[in-house]
Each structure stands twice: as C-alpha cells, then as structure tokens.
C-alpha cells in the first residue's frame, strides 16, 4: 500500500535530496533580484504559494511542465528514459534513432492547447509523436486523427525524397501517436477503471493489413483515482505515478520500490537550483494554462452552440412537419364540410320534393 501522507511531514523531500532550498533560501534568491521578484509579484497568492511548495520540497514538481518534461525525457541527453516508457506501452522492446524538428501544419492556436510535443524517430524507421495536453479538447479521436495522418504525410515525402525512383511503399513505417492527458475529456470518463486505451484500424473478416497508424491515450486522472491506497506494481504504473503525482509520499513510495527513479527527482531538484530558469518556466506555464482554459472554454461553448443549433433545427423539423400534418388535416376538413353541404342541399331538395308531392 501507499505510504500514509500523515507519516511523511511537508517539506520532508529535503530529506531525500539535500540540494532542496528551504522556504526562506527560495525567498531570498527571490528577493535579491529585481527581475525575479517582479516576476514573483506577477502571480497571484495561490501560485506563489505552489511555486514555493515545489521548490521547497512539500510537494513533488509537476513533471509534465513542459520544461520539466523535456528536461528529463530528453531524447538527445537521456533517450533510455523515453525508450523504457515506450517499449512498456508498445510492448516490444523499442530504440530512439533521432529527435525530429516539430514542423506540424497544425494552426498555432491549436499547438498551444499542448504542453509538450516530442517527435521521434525510432531505429526501426517508424514515428512516434508524444503530446501531453493539460486539458484534453472536444472532438480527440477527430484531431489526433489528423495530426497522425499529418506525420504520415510527412514521413511518405521524406522516404520518398530519400530514396527517388528506388521508393516503395513497403519503406513507409508505422506512425505512433501517443497523448497524455493531465485532464481528459469527457468521453474517457465513461470509461472510469481504464487508463490505457489502444487503437488500430482493423476489417470486420479478419483480413490483415498494415495500415500504419496506432493510438495510445493515457488519460492521467483516471490513472490517479485507479491508484488511490494502491501500491505500484508494475514499471508502467511506476512510469504513470512519475508523471502524476507530486504528493512527497507517492514519491518517497516511487523511488524506494523502483530507485531508478531517484535521480529523475535529482535532476529535477538541480534544475531547481536555477532560480531564474525555473521561475521562467513556471511563468511560461502559468501563461500557457490561461490561454489554454481560455479556449478549451471556446471549444467547449462552440460544441454547445453547435448542438443547440441541432436542436434547433430539429425543431424546425418537427414544427414543418406539423405544419404539413395541420394543412393535410385541414384540407380533410374542408373535403368533410364539402360533403356535409352537399348532403344538406340534397336533404333540402327532397324535403321540397316531398312538400311539393304532399302538396
């Protein structure tokens, strides 16, 4: 079981790795320079507080800063972390052969929903692209949809350019587009005990073609209500606590099962030790969280708009064909009026009739 958070006191990570300021070294590096103290006075109290929290060692950094992020799963410094996460979610055993640049077509807006994302090149030839997303958007399966056939595309002109007339499609490889989610969508939720959904396209007679994309969500939240008073056994699971929880008993609990994780911490806690790069970095994701709140907001009031404007014209629907039901109801009643007067003419008609006779 996971360690009881009464037994482990805050700010006890120091005890762990000495290199943690204390609260007051942080303030005081804070409070030397101008510039980081103007920063410092930019945020509001409750971020103060939880940048303080972090650095003091209360509580764990958020490893999917995108600046933590990128720090530690460097493919150029350090590929055999980002291979270990991969070969466990693939479930084969995979090596990084080159860090791609991120020339994705994508609008900039929509980059900016991102915290991180990576794209690798693995020796195999195939790509893997790695997005964490603070807030997963509407519509997920329709984007990654795109961005995967984007890297696709991307990946066919470069084999192509290589190889000239000796190109063949065989020399295509699988595009791999993992997503984490710090927060996921709605759709995921419906889907409370699972953590890891997998997709790939396949034929409703079993025929078996390689078409080349594959999907990994990971949706982080969901992993973390699964692992409540629940202990870590599994590497992957070890992998998904580094990314999600900042709790110093979950961390205590991270590196003493696996204590390959403890100079992940390390670094991170040195990193720290830069004060203006750090305080940079949490400025930028602070920014980054309000802008992308700002059009999840969007996202999710542009699905409403949509959906009301369903309704409405659904009801437009419905009251046209009222309508016609109300028009071919009054015609029936003109046609029966029609009748009801011929059938009175001709009972008048024989009343004179009879009149006439009896008269």
Same mark, same amino acid.
């Given at each position: 079981m996971a360690q009881n958070s009464q037994n482990i006191a805050p700010g006890s990570l120091s005890?762990?790795?000495?290199?943690?300021?204390?609260?007051?070294?942080?303030l005081q590096i804070i409070h030397s320079q101008k510039n980081l103290n103007?920063?410092?006075?930019?945020?509001?109290? !409750?971020?103060?507080?939880? $940048?303080? #929290?972090?650095?003091?060692?209360?509580?764990?950094?958020?490893?999917?800063?995108?600046?933590?992020?990128?720090?530690?799963?460097?493919?150029?410094?350090a590929p055999e972390r980002l291979e270990d996460l991969l070969s466990l979610l693939f479930q084969k055993?995979?090596?990084?052969?080159?860090?791609?640049p991120n020339d994705s077509v994508r609008l900039g807006a929509e980059s900016s929903l991102l915290y991180t994302d990576i794209i690798v090149q693995l020796e195999d030839g195939s790509l893997s692209n790695i997005e964490i997303q603070k807030i997963g958007y509407a519509f997920p399966g329709q984007r990654c949809a795109c961005y995967s056939a984007d890297h696709l595309l991307r990946q066919y002109k470069r084999v192509r350019g290589a190889q000239g007339k000796q190109f063949h499609?065989?020399?295509?490889?699988?595009?791999?587009?993992?997503?984490?989610?710090? !927060?996921s969508p709605k759709? $995921?939720? #419906?889907?409370?005990d699972h953590w890891l959904h997998i997709f790939r396209q396949q034929s409703n007679t079993g025929l078996?073609?390689?078409?080349?994309?594959?999907?990994?969500?990971?949706p982080l939240d969901i992993f973390r209500k699964n692992m409540d008073n629940k202990s870590i056994t599994s590497d992957l699971e070890a992998w998904l606590s580094f990314l999600s929880f900042d709790e110093p008993e979950r961390i205590v609990e991270l590196f003493t099962r696996y204590p390959r994780f403890r100079a992940l911490y390390q670094d991170i806690y040195e990193l720290c030790q830069n004060m203006e790069?750090?305080?940079n970095m949490y400025s930028k994701e602070l920014l980054e969280l309000d802008h992308n709140t700002v059009l999840y907001m969007i996202d999710e009031m542009q699905e409403q708009i949509d959906q009301k404007q369903l309704e409405i014209t659904e009801m437009d629907a419905q009251i046209s064909q009222q309508k016609v039901q109300i028009h071919q109801q009054v015609s029936q009643i003109n046609q029966q009026v029609t009748r009801i007067n011929q059938q009175?003419?001709?009972?008048?008609?024989?009343?004179?009739?009879?009149?006439?006779q009896e008269a």
């Amino acid at each position: 079981m996971a360690q009881n958070s009464q037994n482990i006191a805050p700010g006890s990570l120091s005890k762990y790795f000495p290199e943690i300021y204390s609260r007051k070294q942080v303030l005081q590096i804070i409070h030397s320079q101008k510039n980081l103290n103007a920063l410092f006075q930019s945020w509001n109290p !409750q971020d103060q507080e939880t $940048f303080l #929290d972090c650095c003091s060692g209360s509580r764990g950094m958020k490893v999917l800063y995108d600046g933590i992020f990128k720090e530690i799963f460097n493919p150029e410094a350090a590929p055999e972390r980002l291979e270990d996460l991969l070969s466990l979610l693939f479930q084969k055993k995979v090596k990084i052969d080159s860090v791609l640049p991120n020339d994705s077509v994508r609008l900039g807006a929509e980059s900016s929903l991102l915290y991180t994302d990576i794209i690798v090149q693995l020796e195999d030839g195939s790509l893997s692209n790695i997005e964490i997303q603070k807030i997963g958007y509407a519509f997920p399966g329709q984007r990654c949809a795109c961005y995967s056939a984007d890297h696709l595309l991307r990946q066919y002109k470069r084999v192509r350019g290589a190889q000239g007339k000796q190109f063949h499609y065989r020399n295509i490889k699988s595009v791999y587009t993992i997503i984490f989610f710090e !927060q996921s969508p709605k759709e $995921f939720h #419906d889907y409370p005990d699972h953590w890891l959904h997998i997709f790939r396209q396949q034929s409703n007679t079993g025929l078996t073609l390689n078409l080349l994309q594959e999907y990994y969500f990971i949706p982080l939240d969901i992993f973390r209500k699964n692992m409540d008073n629940k202990s870590i056994t599994s590497d992957l699971e070890a992998w998904l606590s580094f990314l999600s929880f900042d709790e110093p008993e979950r961390i205590v609990e991270l590196f003493t099962r696996y204590p390959r994780f403890r100079a992940l911490y390390q670094d991170i806690y040195e990193l720290c030790q830069n004060m203006e790069k750090v305080m940079n970095m949490y400025s930028k994701e602070l920014l980054e969280l309000d802008h992308n709140t700002v059009l999840y907001m969007i996202d999710e009031m542009q699905e409403q708009i949509d959906q009301k404007q369903l309704e409405i014209t659904e009801m437009d629907a419905q009251i046209s064909q009222q309508k016609v039901q109300i028009h071919q109801q009054v015609s029936q009643i003109n046609q029966q009026v029609t009748r009801i007067n011929q059938q009175e003419a001709q009972i008048n008609q024989q009343e004179a009739q009879i009149n006439q006779q009896e008269a």
